[in-house]
């Protein structure tokens, strides 16, 4: 047993359902109690997706554990296959479900659907969700992908990204272009985007793009092997990996040589006299090990950062995580403890952190600037806005990215210098209304009235969250004034509420 | 209306577990640590359900069972235990633990009673440990708080004096403001469960009568029944009108002269109209469909009916306690089918054939909703967000009104 307070990773059946949620014509049902359907939030809140995500729970109760949760599975897959006519039908259980051990393989298998069928074994008590989305994939590949001939110009597949991910959809775009400058096209991109005839032609391909390893590698090596697809071991964030990522692939195949420079800004950006200030920033850097290695390296080579610290939260990675930080000499965390990584942070005293929306929490409380790198994913790390990581234009958004809370921290420290200066406090208002501003009066009650707030309506207002009280009492006092009350009490509070309801 | 005809359907279930409950009952509930014992899914739902995480060591957590656990059951208390006294070292402002049951916590038939007691013994008396099920298979969604407020009404001390007690979490200034409204009518003394505080606790006996001001609290209702109190049945407080019904059911029992009530609530009453006024200029004709949530979904269809002037189509509820429930079924008019339980796929159908103009559900249904056009109010807000009373009848209304004002500025057409 192990006490969690907040986790990086879900279980092995939401990697599962972020597998088969980036792709098309596949439907995936999940052995799983009542209350796992929370999963789907996920995809239609945080990514704001427009459709539910392509799963069926079979959603079973107590009352059913007596009967026959079996014949419950096989009714679901059947109802699942009419209604959504997939092309594929994954199966797989949640953790409960795996308790009750009622074989959705076989179950599904027995059905005698005119459809593939893949059984994942999810092994939840071990695993996690990359695993999950890693291994779904992998037995999808599995499963459809034969060898075939090759298309006749030169063709890779991009391999890993999936629903949910970070900035996945975007680096998509960006890998897309960047190929195809180099003459490059796209033969499938897997679990994202692909239909299971998509992932039957992987092979057709002369070569795969390895994106994230912790959601691709398995499927990449089983290519590798089976396939004869080589795949890049590369992950094209930051420049000098971009330049690594397009020697990678001249070694693999004969293509032309991009020219990247019309868009590349970050490199002169952080050559430009107004980055001197950031040379030897100490940055504590942590995520999944694919992102905070490439982070790490893009920080100290391209930045002139300091590394202070390297961690990642998927034990997974540990291997080339710790080798990269002792590289850099410094320690390497591999923990998904909360608690121990913001210890952690605290003894190493960072000047920035660029961790995932976990850091992000310990860095407003410790009051150190920090910017996101990673998954586990947030609202906010689905921008509407083209935001890519990858290659050259990923390097310019990371650099705005990584700048902006130093910028900001740096405004902060300004304005805490001038606090008492004669001409910029804060009383002194606007500079740039010449010395004619004047300060805005609190609230629009006449001056000479005087209203006078009993205790009880006093103490009131206390409750309102904070964030609205002020609101509250100038609305209360208009209210009262344009009534002609001296006094307010709890009614006049509630009679204004009642008055500006709308 | 009470042998209105009950759709039962039994498919998928697009709801939230009892596990969910936590997250509004640490909030109230304040020297009070809600530890789940269960797997990596339900630490995952509480961090999710939770939305905007706090990242603060909350008072709540998951003692995640690993693949050694489910080997032998001997070592699993063990493991309890140890677990449980690293987290208290660390947390002496936790002065009541409770066990939280999940599916697999169930399904492997882990005793948390059994562990409950034998630790409460361990600390000798200075940490209260309890324990209830928020599992999926036994619990959806606010059931959670009904199953925790069960066992806390089981371990309340016996005393037979002459009080009223209610049943149900709210905020602490929606509970001012009942607490004002009965003191004026000259009810009392009262007391009201969850207590924040675990030395608040108060006994229960023969002269207890309670209300309710949920509808989802049917295992504790039974509970106190069991205790030998009586329970005051009425109308939920939601709205002007729920809110007066639910005062004067209490207000009888106490011998209360229609006089002097009408004294007491006509102002707040008033107010309540008014600030209704506002949102009813847009709800009033439009009709409204209720995916299963909460168990509010009755409640709040009654008001939105009765006050508003919505049209109800299907009003679908997870679970319907007829006890509970009968004075609302009473009380809601026109309705064009109530549902429990659910086939979410049916249901969609259903819900496109009728094509309402405003659908009230769960997260996962909101935004694929919206993408067809529809308007929806997502219904988890209405659990969090004050909404009793007469203060809080125009806030509910407008909950429902926004999504509906919204869509109508964002057309092209209001825009020119």
Known sequence: ?502 | MSDFPILKQRGQHEVFCGLTAILWLHRKMQDAFFLVVGSRTCAHLLQSAAGVMIFAEPRFGTIILEESDLAGMADMHAELDREIERLLSRRSDIKRLFLVGSCPSEVIKLDLDVAAKRLTKKFNNSIQVANFSGSGIETTFTQGEDACLETVIRDLPTDDTQQLVVLGTMPDAVEDQMKTLLSDLGVGPVKILPTADQRATFGVGAGTRFACVQPFLGAAHDAMVQRGATHISAPFPFGANGTTDWLWAIAQTYGVARDHFDRVIAAPLARAHKAVAHAKSVLQGKTVFFFPDSQLELPLARFLSQECGMILTEVGTPYLHGTLLRPELEAIGPIASISEGQDVDLQLDRHSDINPDLTVCGLGLANPLEAQGKSTKWSIELVFSPVHFYEQAGDLAALFARPLIRKGLLTKEAAE
């Open chain 1, 1 to 502: 047993m192990k006490l969690a307070v907040w986790t990086y990773e879900g279980p092995p059946h939401v990697g599962a359902m972020r597998a088969v949620t980036g792709m098309r014509k596949t439907h995936l049902v999940l052995h799983a109690p009542q209350g796992d359907t929370y999963a789907d939030l996920l995809f239609t809140m945080i990514e704001r997706r427009n459709h539910r995500p392509p799963v069926t729970f079979t959603t079973f109760q107590a009352r059913d554990l007596g009967s026959d949760t079996a014949n419950l599975f096989k009714q679901a897959c059947l109802a699942a296959y009419e209604r959504y006519q997939p092309e594929l039908l994954i199966v797989g259980a949640s953790c409960t479900a795996e308790l009750i051990q009622d074989d959705p393989g076989g179950l599904a298998e027995a059905l005698g659907l005119p459809i593939p069928v893949v059984a994942l074994e999810l092994p939840s008590y071990q695993r996690k969700e990359n695993f999950g989305a890693d291994e779904t994939l992998f037995q999808i590949v599995k499963a459809l992908a034969n060898p075939c001939p090759k298309t006749d110009r030169i063709t890779c597949n991009l391999i890993g990204p999936t629903a949910l991910g970070f900035r996945h959809r975007d680096d998509i775009r960006e890998l897309t272009q960047l190929l195809s400058q180099m003459g490059i096209g796209i033969n499938a991109i897997a679990p994202m985007h692909a239909a299971p005839d998509d992932i039957r032609r992987l092979g057709a391909a002369h070569f795969n793009v390895l994106m994230y390893p912790e959601t691709g590698e398995t499927a990449c090596r089983w290519m590798e092997k089976n396939l004869g697809l080589p795949y890049t071991k590369t992950i094209p964030i930051g420049l000098h990996a971009v330049s690594d990522f397009i020697q990678e692939i001249q070694g693999l195949v004969d293509c032309d040589a991009p020219d990247l420079t019309t868009d590349m800004r970050s490199d002169w950006y952080s050559a430009s006299v107004d980055s001197n200030y950031l040379t030897k920033k100490r940055v504590f850097v942590f995520g999944d090990g694919t992102h905070a290695m490439a982070a790490a390296r893009l920080a100290r080579d391209e930045m002139g950062f300091q590394v202070v610290g390297l961690g990642c939260y998927n034990r997974e990675q540990a291997r080339p995580l710790r080798a990269m930080a002792q590289s850099m000499g410094v320690p390497a965390l591999i923990s998904d403890d909360y608690l121990e990584i913001e210890d952690h942070i605290k003894q190493l005293a960072p000047e920035l952190i660029l961790g995932t929306q976990m850091e992000r929490h310990i860095a407003k409380r410790l009051g150190i600037p920090c910017a996101v790198i990673s998954a586990p994913v947030h609202v906010q790390d689905f921008p509407a806005r083209y935001s890519p990581q990858m290659g050259v234009e990923g390097a310019n958004v990371i650099f705005d990215t990584w700048v902006h809370p130093l910028v900001m921290g740096l405004e902060e420290h300004l304005l805490h210098m001038f606090r008492d200066d004669f001409e910029f406090n804060d009383a002194a208002g606007p500079s740039h209304h010449g010395g004619s501003h004047q300060p805005a009066p609190q609230h629009d009650i006449p001056a000479d009235a005087q209203i006078i707030w009993l205790d009880a309506a006093e103490k009131e207002l206390k409750k309102i969250p904070f964030f609205v009280r002020g609101k509250a009492r100038r609305n209360t006092e208009k209210f009262a004034t344009s009534k002609g009350l001296q006094e307010i009490s709890i009614d006049t509070l509630y009679e204004a509420k009642a008055h500006y309801a709308q």
